[in-house]
Each structure stands twice: as C-alpha cells, then as structure tokens.
C-alpha cells in the first residue's frame, strides 16, 4: 500500500506543470504617472465613517542603484459619516514625496505631512519585493527595523503568492500580505490580499484590513479598498 502511495504522488508531480521562478521587482522610469480610487471604511464616535479620493503618483527620480522617488497626492477627497457627505480636510493625503529604496522599503518622506504617522503609515502600506525568482505558492519575509528619529518600530512582513489572475486586462500575481509593528502601545497591523502586476510590479487592486492605523492625530482600524482607475 505504502509503494502504490508514493506511485501515485510521483504520477501526479510528473503530470503536473513545472512553474519557472522569475524575478519579481518594481520596474520604473522617470514621468510614470499612476492613478488609484482608494475607499477606507471605518467607525468614528459611533458613526459609520467612509473616506474616498482620488490618488495621483508621479514617478520623479529613478537612482542608479534602483531607488526611486514618487510623489503623491490625494485628490477630490470626501469623507461620509452615516451617509452625510461633505469634502475632507487637508490633514490626510496632502502632496508628499517618497523615497523608496530598491526593495519597495521607505528611505525618506519628504513634504509637509512627514512626521512619525506619516512614516508609520508609509511602512504599513510599503511591498518589499523579493531578493529570489519566485512562482505560485513562494512565501517570504522581510522586516524594517525602527528609527527612533522618525519614531517608528520595527515592522515585520509575510508574502505567500496564492495565485495568478487578470485583473484590469493586466497578469497579476494575487499575494496575501500581512505586516505588524513589533511594539508601541498601540501596535499598528495590516493583512489582506494585494494583486501586484507581474511584468512591473506595479500594485493594480488591494483589499486589506487596518488595525490601529495611525491617521490624523486618531488611531483607526478599518477595511481598505484600492485599485487602478481607468
């Protein structure tokens, strides 16, 4: 019984396709412009609290050693509480600069929301992309390590690519993210799935749940909605 056992399993591997491992990075120039529809949906005093914008990202420096620095903006942001809409203040999603290392790590933030949230939130939302070839069914891990003058802990991160489907006409590997500050009395998390485009690692949609984010002087815990538009 054992031998027909281990035939079988040797049929099915020998009958199952080989995936070849390839490399998985961001893949950028200077001028790329990217444009996303992010939707939070959260609980404020009580109430029911959705915020929506627009995002703008603009490629603006691409380093010799595969750093790169985006800038970003939110736009026609709005804030619905219990289904009363009314345009968002200018303490989220101001225009900033991010100076990201080859790995989708954050070096520096640059404008004038860059304080210790804005570095916090910056690590909960960053990819770090693979130093291996990976395929379906590759997990890894990477961490951050705090900066006491920016005031962030260290961040640990898991990645499992679960499968690949076509999102937006655009081959995406589905990765299921999670990422948790190592201390602080209010440790911020995140987990969800994020479908990143294979070809240049760009992020096309992301689904994830915040717990304890730290935005605009609150700490709020929410569903997180963000894709590509048009």
């Known amino acids: 019984m054992r031998n027909l056992a281990i035939f079988v399993a040797l049929a099915i591997a020998a009958l199952t396709p080989a995936q070849d491992k390839a490399p998985f990075k961001r893949v950028v120039k200077e001028g790329d412009t990217t444009k996303y529809k992010l939707m939070v949906d959260t609980e404020f005093g009580g109430m029911k609290l959705r915020y929506t914008a627009n995002i703008v990202e603009k490629t603006v420096k691409v380093a010799d050693d595969g750093g790169y620095s985006v800038t970003s903006e939110h736009q026609d942001a709005m804030i619905s509480m219990d289904g009363t809409e009314q345009p968002a203040g200018g303490a989220v999603g101001a225009p900033t600069t ?24 910056a690590n ?6 693979p130093a291996d070839p990976v395929a379906v069914g590759t997990k890894w891990e990477s961490e951050i390590k705090g900066n006491a003058d920016k005031g962030t802990v260290n961040v640990k991160y898991t990645y499992e690519i679960s499968s690949k489907e076509t999102v937006q006409g655009r081959e995406c590997y589905k990765v299921e993210v999670s990422c948790a500050e190592q201390s602080g009395d209010n440790p911020a998390s995140a987990k969800g799935s994020a479908w990143m485009d294979i070809a240049s690692g760009v992020l096309v949609k992301l689904d994830s749940d ?4 730290p935005i605009a002087g609150q700490v709020i815990s929410g569903k997180v909605h963000m894709e590509l538009a048009g």
Request: overall charge negative; some cysteine.
């Open 124 to 129: 909960l939302q960053c990819f770090l992309f």
């Open 210 to 213: 915040w717990t304890n984010a």
């Open 98 to 121: 991010t100076v990201f290392k080859a790995d989708g790590s954050v070096a520096e933030l640059q404008g004038d929301q860059t304080g210790p949230e804005a570095y916090r939130m």
